[in-house]
């Protein structure tokens, strides 16, 4: 039995398992077949990653990441435009462009600044700590060491091949004229952009565009071989042509100044103007600006007062009113008016300039001896709102629209404001701010058929197609006219009276043998605080003209504060 029993186990009957337990299942082996597909999946996934990797960096981030690259070495220095030239109309220059050189430096490249400012000093002159301060600048961004300097002392520099020391072409700004013209041309600041005058007027075509010249940096700043190079070059400014006869603008300016002293006055203004174009073919006013010398200014030598600035402008004005009543056949200039000397308004008294009795004047005594009471009456006949209306026709509320910066536009409060008073003042020129341009452009229309020309000096610029003709006649059809005399059957009566003005009137001393020249004295009272007139002292002018010539040059010649009874016409009559 027990024999039996070992027999049994030895076949390897089994014995029941435990109840739950999980039978155990071999492993498979993988082939090496298997295990090469895997790592080829593997290696052609790391392989893909790398690539699109790749192609991030350098097609879609590389451009950007290149400039930031470039941008972080790269520095960009200005190269300023010439500005064009300013001829006068007869070709000669005013103002214009030559070659300079301007010095920087890029002091991180810089191991010696004292020797090398000293060098500089020596052929530039000045202070050398200045030179020294901007050498040893580490924290400059290319500092300017010397600015528009001649180009035989840029290239003396040059020729010493300091290190960090770069001489860039340049130009500067001369005016060869020196005063001449001076006002009208203007000047430039020290970046190379106008600042007054017709530089600034004209500034955006004169200046051109600036360049740029690229230097591209390693470590510590220091410049990489090669890397210095024009990426932009600079483009001139186009060239300009202006109305100014230089010849006559200069002779204008002396008599100018030879007035001003010859009547005891503080400062005087010029204009001479083509009725029948709008040029402006001489312009001045005291004190004068050279624009080549700019050691000592005087103030106001930089703008044109004839321009900028309005004036009371006395009996000038009467030449307005009197056109105002014949073109409303208020009046014909020997029709009479009994002129008393003296005419009460609210609770003052208009006189006349020099005392009378009572007279009966016709209007054209009224214009030639210029009566403040017999203006004042024959304007009353037509009304002061007409009076007004006209005003502003003719251009007294206005501006110009010269091409010139700073332009006044004179001042005048509408009639229905106005007091008995003020209305009797307005139509002999008190009360009522107006400009010297405003006045020839007004008596310019009466030369040219009742149509006033917009004032202007350009006459053309190298941008534009040649607006002369082949007659040399440039063409003003750009600029705005007006028929600002709608009556013209009233111009020649009112010529007329004009030239009774210097015939046998206030203006004989505007005579010139062999010609009829007409025009209009003016003597105006004035305010310093703009209440109480000043008493003794005015403000004195002509404006006036050739009628029946090949001429239709106006003339205005004005100076301020002037003691006593005198006159600028012998000024007139000598620049006409």
């Known amino acids: 039995m027990r024999g039996d029993r070992r027999s049994t186990r030895a076949a390897g009957t089994a014995r029941p398992r435990s109840a739950g337990r999980t039978p155990s299942v071999p492993t498979p082996e993988i082939d090496s077949g298997t295990r090469l597909a ?134 500067k700004r001369v005016y060869p004229q020196g005063r001449i013209a001076g006002q009208v041309v203007g000047m430039c600041n020290t970046d190379g952009d106008g600042i007054s005058g017709l530089e600034s007027q004209y500034n955006d075509i004169l200046a051109g565009e600036a360049g740029t010249l690229e230097i591209e940096r390693g470590a510590e700043g220091l410049p990489i071989a090669g890397g210095v190079h024009e990426n932009t070059p600079a483009r001139d400014g186009s060239d300009i042509v202006v109305s100014i006869d230089l010849d006559l603008q200069e002779y204008v300016e002396a008599r100018l100044l030879k007035i001003v002293e010859e009547v005891d006055g503080t400062e005087g203004s010029a204009i001479v103007y083509d009725g029948a174009t709008g040029q402006i073919v001489a312009i001045a006013s005291t004190p004068l600006l050279d624009p080549s010398n700019r050691a000592y200014i005087e103030e106001g030598a930089d703008t044109l007062s004839p321009i900028s600035t309005a004036f009371e402008p006395g009996s000038i004005f009467k030449t307005v009113s009197a056109a105002a009543i014949l073109e409303q056949d208020v009046l014909d200039p020997d029709d009479t008016i009994e002129c008393p000397k003296m005419l009460q308004a609210d609770e003052y008294y208009i006189t006349d300039a020099h005392e009378r009795d009572d007279e009966v004047f016709t209007f054209d005594q009224i214009i030639a001896q210029s009566s403040n009471v017999g203006i004042a009456l024959a304007t009353e006949k ?178 301020k504060e002037v003691p006593g009874d005198r006159v600028t016409t012998p000024a007139f009559r000598d620049i006409m």
Request: hydrophobic share 35%; with cysteine; aromatic share 8%.
């Open 38 to 171: 895997l790592l080829f999946v593997a290696f052609a996934a790391a392989a893909l990653f790398i690539v699109l990797r790749i192609v991030q960096l350098t097609v879609l981030e590389g451009p950007s990441r290149v400039e930031e690259s470039r941008n972080e070495r790269q520095e960009a220095l200005v190269l300023p435009a010439p500005r064009g030239t300013i001829y006068d109309r007869n070709g000669k220059i005013l103002a214009t462009s030559v070659s300079a050189a301007t010095i920087q430096c890029n002091p991180l490249e810089i191991d010696d600044p004292q020797g090398e400012a000293a060098q500089l000093a020596a052929i530039l002159g000045g202070d050398r700590a200045t030179y020294e301060e901007a050498l040893s600048n580490k924290e400059g961004n290319w500092p300017i060491v010397a600015s528009k300097v001649d180009t035989e002392l840029g290239d003396q520099v040059r020729e010493l091949k300091m290190k960090g020391i770069y001489v860039l072409d340049d130009s």
């Open 382 to 559: 037509l009304g002061f709102g007409p009076l007004y209306k006209h005003i502003e026709r003719y251009g007294f509320t206005s501006p110009t629209g010269v091409d010139y910066p700073g332009e006044s536009a004179g001042y005048s409060t509408d009639s229905s404001q106005w007091s008995k008073v003020q209305s009797y003042n307005v139509s002999f020129g008190q009360g009522i701010s107006i400009t010297p341009l405003q006045a020839v452009r007004f008596y310019g229309a009466l030369t040219n058929d009742g149509v006033a020309c917009t004032p202007h000096f350009l006459l053309t610029d190298s941008q534009q197609a040649n607006s002369m003709d082949e007659g040399g006649v440039y063409d003003d059809s750009a600029w705005p006219t007006q028929q600002i005399v709608e009556n013209t059957q009233a111009i020649e009566p009112l010529v007329g009276m004009l030239r009774h003005v210097v015939d046998h009137g206030t203006g004989v001393d505007a005579q010139i043998p062999g010609f009829e020249p007409a025009g209009k004295t003016g003597t105006a009272e004035y305010t310093e605080d703009g209440t109480n007139y000043e008493l003794g002292v005015y403000n004195i002018s002509f404006v006036g003209f050739l009628p029946d010539t090949n001429s239709q040059l106006v003339c205005f010649v004005g100076v």
